[in-house]
DNA sequence: GCCGTTTTCGGCCCGACTGTTTTCAGTCG
């Protein structure tokens, strides 16, 4: 069976593991991280590139790597990973997985004691037979017992906005101390991601022992797993690791540098530093030969100090950042003001909690120009889909609306309309043809092969009343796999019948997602915002889709909802 | 395993914290 580019990722890192508790060469094992990073933000259509030979001038891609991506891709199995596995007991590497345990330790304990997994672990360590080792302790026994007994919650990652709450009450309460001169969250969460694994939280001040007391001890920290001069972790309901690193106010802007990442950025930058005779950390330059080391006041001072206009926290994702930098090529990012609408919205009519009313209330409180309602249709039966009857009874409500000046904001009568698993659509093209905005979303049979599922989809978007493909890969975060579907081929779709893609952005799905944006946005595709809102609140969910938007690299001009309302209905008209 | 105005071998980003040590290895980010 073959392997999709996200499969293949999956496997480049398991070898990256066994390598590691094989004991092998640390570069080597980066350079299968490095491989699974590429094709996880993969754009291009994998087949085409391994066809090209184009794979291995990737950077961070050789000879060695595309030729076992190559067959990965074919074949689903590699001789060499087949004799790694062989080589290693299997239940090792979900060793690697618990908080302290690295391949050397895992190693020995393996040899020492004869532990091949986590069962063997769990009994080791309650026999006490792993604090006698010499290297070993009490306490490292007891925080392995603790890493098995919490690894489902120490394990998982934590959506962006269901962390939220936590960063803003832990920003306020830092930025209230007397001694904290400045406070931010950086990370992953600063760079938006729409997961996170951990939060860091970084303070200036001179007086770091106060504000550790204060932050140990704050209500939800079930564990302190870590407390030092300069650094402390916890761990708060859920499993969610909080890190707060406090450094000198001198200090500060490299810090934030550092921990607001990616890793790939960083080496980048340092990589960057040191042909510039400095040598880079989170505590700031040091001259390597005889120039000077520059400080820094603000973040923009780093990148200043390396030749570089300061770049967005969004796109530090080593994503080729640095160098559209270094051309002054950085796009001007959208920003939530630019929104004048959005077309992808339900009400009370089908699976919404919302009355038309209250949706369009809503929007004019937003300032918005124009309301898609797009509620679904009738095969989503599950969803309270609405019969033809019933969606012709809406577009003349929304008519009266409009015309009864009761708000501002012009509502656009719309469908979320299935795209069935022939490709078809659920509405006969006369009725599609009374909509003002057509959004042609999958939402069953969802487990069809590759191919059957992107000729679908192509299908869909080359239906000339279709204007918006929505939630592109049906995935849920953290929750649902995307379905199987070639995303360049969509894409190419999208950009040759001059359709647009949908942004979801409710905050589980982020959908279509961010590596994706970029090259769809070259190639002339339209991004349109939606946020899916099942009630008159969620319409703030774009935010979440802007977030996402600017780690895509999104310019306005490249979001169909930037534009005026005239200019909208020209856009919608023209099919 | 990758890469190249330090080129085809020998490098490859940098520092804090912990536990177990008595100077440091391992892990983590």
């Known amino acids: 069976m073959s392997l999709d580019a996200h499969g293949i990722a999956e496997v480049l890192d398991e070898i990256a593991r066994l390598l590691e508790l094989s004991g092998e060469n640390p570069f080597k094992i980066r350079a299968y991280h490095a491989g699974a990073r590429l094709l996880e933000t993969l754009t291009d259509d994998l087949d085409a590139l391994i066809a090209s030979g184009a794979l291995a001038e990737k950077p961070g891609i050789g000879e060695a790597l595309a030729d076992k991506i190559a067959k990965l891709r074919k074949d689903g199995r590699l001789d060499f990973l087949d004799r790694l596995r062989a080589s290693l007991p299997p239940g090792l590497p979900a060793i690697l997985g618990i908080p302290g345990m690295g391949p050397k330790k895992t190693r020995r304990l393996w040899q020492e004691l004869g532990v091949v997994d986590l069962a063997g672990l769990q009994a080791a360590c309650e026999q006490g037979k792993v604090a006698e080792l010499k290297g070993f302790g009490e306490k490292t026994q007891a925080a392995i017992l603790a890493g098995i007994r919490n690894r489902e919650a120490y394990g998982k990652r934590h959506l962006w906005a269901s962390v939220e709450g936590v960063v803003t009450t832990l920003l306020a309460g830092l930025r209230a101390l007397p001694q904290v001169a400045r406070a931010e969250a950086a990370g992953s969460f600063r760079r938006n991601r729409e997961t996170v694994g951990d939060l860091d939280f970084l303070v200036a001040s001179d007086e770091p022992g106060p504000v550790m007391d204060w932050f140990t001890v704050q209500p939800g920290i079930v564990e302190v797993t870590a407390r030092g001069q300069t650094k402390s972790s916890v761990r708060v309901e859920g499993g969610l690791q909080v890190d707060l690193r406090v450094v000198p106010p001198a200090q500060f802007f490299f810090a934030l540098h550092h921990f607001t990442g990616s890793k790939e950025h960083n080496v980048a930058m340092r990589q960057r530093a040191l042909q510039r005779g400095l040598s880079m950390s989170e505590w700031g330059f040091t001259a390597v030969g005889a120039a000077e080391a520059p400080g820094a006041a603000t973040e923009a001072d780093v990148f200043r100090a390396l030749g570089l206009p300061w770049i967005p926290p969004e796109l530090r994702e080593g994503q080729g950042e640095i160098e559209a930098a270094e051309g002054g090529a950085l796009p001007r990012l959208l920003e939530v003001g630019d929104l004048r609408g959005a077309f992808h919205n339900h009400t009370t009519a089908s699976d919404g909690k919302s009355t038309l009313e209250q949706m369009a209330a809503a929007a004019d409180a937003l300032g918005w120009e124009y309301l898609g309602i797009s509620d679904h249709s009738r095969t989503s039966a599950y969803a309270g889909g609405l019969e033809v009857e019933r969606l012709l009874a809406q577009v003349s409500a929304i008519r009266a ?55 679908r989809i192509v299908r869909a978007i080359e239906h000339p009343l279709v204007h918006i493909l929505g939630h592109s890969t049906g995935r849920l975060l ?65 935010r979440h889709g802007v977030a996402v938007a600017r780690k895509g690299w999104l310019t306005p001009d490249q979001v169909l909802n930037t534009r005026p309302l005239d200019d909208v209905l020209r856009w919608l008209r023209r099919r």
Not at 418 to 443: E, N, T
Not at 487 to 507: F, T, Y
Request: glycine fraction near 4%; charged fraction near 25%.
């Open 401 to 455: 609306l409009n015309a009864s000046g009761r708000f501002r904001v012009r509502v656009l009568s719309g469908s979320e309309v299935d795209i069935l698993k022939d490709g078809s659509l659920d509405y006969p093209d006369d009725i599609l043809a009374k909509l003002d905005v057509v959004v042609a979303s999958v939402h069953a049979s969802m487990q069809l092969d590759e191919e059957a599922m992107t000729a």
């Open 478 to 542: 953290l929750q649902r796999e995307s379905y199987k579907v070639n995303l360049a081929k969509v894409v190419d779709a999208a950009a040759a019948n001059g359709k647009c893609i949908e942004l979801n952005s409710h905050p589980r799905r982020l959908d279509m997602d961010w590596t994706h944006w970029r090259r769809a946005a070259e190639k002339g595709v339209l991004c349109s915002i939606n946020p899916d809102a099942h009630h008159a609140d969620h319409l703030a969910y774009v």
